[in-house]
């Protein structure tokens, strides 16, 4: 019985980790094209420079 519990939390975290890591491929997609938006729609600045699009 022990073995068959085993296999079953395998299969479990396995599933797991998959499905989380396919979430998280979208949501670098989504990241990424965020990004690539803030250079494409970015405006000049007073001082004749390009401004950017984050405040860091």
Do not use: C, E, H, N
């Amino acid at each position: 019985m022990a073995p068959l519990l085993l296999v079953l939390l395998l299969v479990l975290i396995l599933f797991g980790v998959g499905f989380t890591v396919k979430v998280l491929w979208w949501i670098a997609l989504a990241v990424l094209v965020v990004w690539l938006l803030g250079f494409l729609f970015r405006g000049p600045i007073a001082g004749g420079g390009r401004s950017r699009w984050y405040r860091w």
